[in-house]
Structure formats: structure tokens, C-alpha cells
């Protein structure tokens, strides 16, 4: 994508994403991207750049991570012709799983995936809305990369400068919309 396309689409885009101040907590601005979702042309327009940055990676499939990376990683799928595999917080997946456990700023956290949808030779991109600690995309990239799969990268709509996402996912190949 051009420079000239990349800051027309930044411009499109970010109308679309609502900022709600303290939330879920105090110092806390809340990206929603609910108004984006919500228009069909804005939300179309993101999962095409979204995969687009990918497109000639011969991914083969798209890992959505709870909740609203499930909504991006469907479309995104489509689009690259690649299967979707939904990346859950525990308990929520009813066959035999791999799990990974994770620290968060204040406490523990785990994800699960079943252990049998990747293994090796699967070409893999993991797709989701925010990309801010860090803590939530490094963990699923681990757990994809415990079933021998090949990690091709992240796709995300925003990344938050600010926080420390960008860098604990330095060694990665993360593509983001979107930057705050």
C-alpha cells in the first residue's frame, strides 16, 4: 500500500472508532470499534487492508483471538482463502486443547485452542482488534507455535503506541490500520 492510500485509509478509518474515556477503569481510553463494525463500507474496507498486507503469504489459516478478534478474523479468512480457528479463554472449547498461561499487568491469564486444528507446514496469521500490553497477542502467538504451525505474522486494526505491544512483539511481524 502506498504512503498516499495508507494515510486516505487512516483517514477513513479512524471517524469509525469511538473513544470511551475511563473505561473499563479510571485513565483508561477505550477504543470501541463497535461504529465501525456497525458500517458496512468501513468494515469491509478494514478487513481488506487487513488482509491485504498479507495477501501473498499463502496463509492458511487465520487464528481470531476472543471476542472481538473472532468479529476481524472470519472476513479476513475469507479473503485469503484460508480456514479460521477461534483462540478462547479457558473452559470455553469442548475437545482436548493446548493451553498457554500468561502474565497480565496485575494477575495471570490463559488461552486455549483445540489441539488438533494446526501442526506443522500450516501457515499461520493471527488477527485482532488492539494490540496494547502485549500480554494477549505474545501468548498466542506461543501457543500457535507449540503445535509445530508457522507463525507469519499479526494483524491488527489498532495498535497503541503508547503501551508496550509494539514492543514486546518487536521479533514479530505485527501490521496494524491504525496507531494512537
Not at 16 to 26: D, L
Not at 45 to 65: K, L
Not at 144 to 165: D, F, H, K, N, W
Amino acid at each position: 500500500m502506498t504512503t498516499a492510500a495508507r494515510v486516505e485509509l487512516d483517514q477513513f478509518l479512524r471517524p469509525f472508532i469511538r473513544e470511551i474515556p475511563n473505561f473499563p477503569k479510571p485513565g483508561i481510553d477505550f477504543k470501541d470499534i463497535t461504529p465501525l463494525l456497525a458500517d458496512a463500507r468501513a468494515f469491509r474496507r478494514a478487513t481488506e487492508a487487513m488482509a491485504a498486507a498479507f495477501a501473498g503469504d499463502r496463509i492458511s489459516h487465520v487464528v481470531g483471538v476472543e471476542s472481538r478478534g473472532f468479529i476481524l478474523a472470519g472476513p479476513i479468512a475469507q479473503q485469503l482463502g484460508a480456514g479460521f480457528i477461534p483462540v478462547r479463554k479457558p473452559g470455553k472449547l469442548p475437545h482436548t486443547v493446548e493451553r498457554v498461561d500468561y502474565t497480565l499487568e496485575y494477575g495471570t491469564d490463559a488461552l486455549e485452542m483445540h489441539r488438533d486444528t494446526l501442526q506443522w507446514g500450516h501457515r499461520v496469521l493471527v488477527v485482532d482488534d488492539v494490540l496494547a500490553t502485549g500480554g494477549t497477542a505474545k501468548a498466542t502467538c506461543d501457543l500457535i507455535e507449540m503445535t509445530g504451525a508457522e507463525l507469519i505474522g499479526c494483524s491488527v486494526l489498532i495498535a497503541l503506541a503508547e503501551l508496550p505491544g509494539l514492543t514486546v512483539m518487536r521479533h514479530r511481524r505485527v501490521h496494524s490500520l491504525l496507531r494512537y
